[in-house]
């Protein structure tokens, strides 16, 4: 943001033109404080639009008995803590917790929130910790804003507001199409498999445990941590949707005996064992041999196709994991496991051999091409992104709207401010 404002700007900071409060937590233990009719905002309640609505609520007895203050509508609220910049408007009395701070503004409100909007970014940098990052109401009152005339303040709202309309159109045009390729890639996935369907004459029903060989990995425990054989392996946190991520690859001990069980060999499909979400649950990916002498956990299972095409078994338990029938088979509330006898019990189709052949090419194929389609997509919506930011920069360059000489200079509003200030 340039230094130089146009005529009728002033600098000053955020503690200038707004009051500044943050809000507080009823104490735990007592329960009569909570479920009351006083809305109560928290973090997660805060989605940069109007707050009309909160998770939470507290009684009387929990507002008097803490830090709490209700806030008025038009209230700015920012997080302090992790999602540090993350913002709301107030669209009714509420309540905080002690993570939000809150700016009654005595400038534009909405002026403010877009400043505010705009400087995320280096908000974030701002903020001190190593676990939980936390920006102080001290930082935020010294930080410098840049103040339009009023009159201009007002132009500018209705500028970004106008720009951010027609971007959010397209926006949604674009989310839509994301939608349309995870449904199209759904629809392929158990069309191929016959999910819903029935199956041809001339194809079989049977388990995977019938079709391949299912095994589980080695447990991790403190006796493994150190040795003198000491090899990588692979857990859950290396299987994503993308394939494998071999950024982060642990290493423990493994004799002979247990590395001959659990070491990996190319064309192995390597499954997620667990997940706390049923879409999660049996995600798989092929190892190709990337590392040397690399072994796997019990935080995965894996499968040696012996009756079936290798391909045709990859697509078909992603298929069971992306549509969360591998976690609706799972066990456990919380926390879905297949597990090594669940996987092994799993039904599966087999289509004769070339068919399998056909399944798996034209699944390669049809990915690949809504991967080009998904990647542009993500591209238009990084340059909708990037107008965003361009659109607020320029207005508080004074850049986004012409400047009128006749407009009332934001130094007598200043003055206005200072007069209403407390002694």
Not at 6 to 27: F, K
Not at 73 to 85: D, F, K, Q, V
Not at 130 to 151: D, F, G, Y
């Amino acid at each position: 943001m340039t230094t130089d404002l146009p005529p009728g700007w002033v600098w000053t900071t955020l503690g200038e033109i707004a009051d500044w409060s943050s809000g507080g937590t009823p104490r735990r233990t007592e329960e009569s404080y909570y479920g009351g009719d006083i809305p109560w905002a928290v973090i997660g309640d805060l989605n940069d639009e109007v707050v009309t609505q909160c998770k939470g609520s507290i009684t009387h007895e929990g507002l008097s008995n803490s830090s709490c203050k209700i806030v008025r509508p038009g209230t700015i609220l920012i997080a302090m803590y992790g999602s540090i910049g993350k913002l709301g408007i107030a669209g009714m009395p509420m309540a905080t917790n002690q993570a939000i701070a809150s700016a009654v503004p005595r400038i534009s409100s909405q002026y403010l929130f877009y400043f505010l909007l705009a400087q995320r970014s280096q908000l974030a940098e701002a903020g001190k910790g190593a676990t939980q990052r936390n920006i102080s109401q001290t930082i935020l009152k010294a930080w410098p804003i840049p103040v339009a005339p009023p009159m201009e303040q007002d132009r500018i709202v209705a500028v970004i507001e106008e720009h951010f309309s027609r971007l959010d159109a397209v926006q949604s045009t674009l989310e839509g199409g994301l939608r349309s390729v995870a449904g199209f890639r759904r629809s392929l996935l158990t069309g191929a498999f016959k999910v819903n369907g029935t199956l041809p004459h001339n194809w079989q029903r049977a388990e995977i445990g019938e079709v391949a060989k299912v095994q589980l990995g080695r447990q991790r425990s403190p006796e493994h941590h150190a040795g003198p054989q000491m090899r990588p392996y692979l857990r859950a946190a290396n299987v994503t949707w993308a394939g494998l991520s071999l950024d982060d690859v642990k290493q423990m001990n493994f004799d002979e005996g247990d590395f001959e069980t659990y070491r990996l060999r190319p064309g192995d499909l390597l499954l997620n064992e667990a997940s706390g979400s049923p879409n999660e649950v049996g995600k798989p990916a092929v190892w190709n041999g990337e590392i040397e002498n690399c072994c796997f956990q019990n935080t995965l299972l894996r499968l040696q196709a012996r009756d079936v095409n290798p391909g045709y078994l990859y697509w078909y338990c992603y298929m069971a994991a992306s549509t969360g029938l591998f976690g609706e088979a799972g066990r456990g509330v919380n926390i879905r496991h297949l597990g090594k006898q669940g996987l092994a019990r799993f039904p599966i189709p087999v289509a004769p051999k070339f068919e399998q052949e056909r399944i798996v090419t034209r699944l390669e194929e049809q990915f690949h091409q809504l991967s080009g389609c998904e990647a542009s997509i993500h591209q238009a919506l990084e340059r909708l992104h990037a107008l965003r930011r361009s659109i607020l920069t320029r207005a508080f360059n004074g850049q986004l709207v012409p400047q009128s000489p006749d407009n009332e200079p934001a130094t007598a509003l200043l003055e206005r401010i200072a007069k209403l200030k407390p002694a």
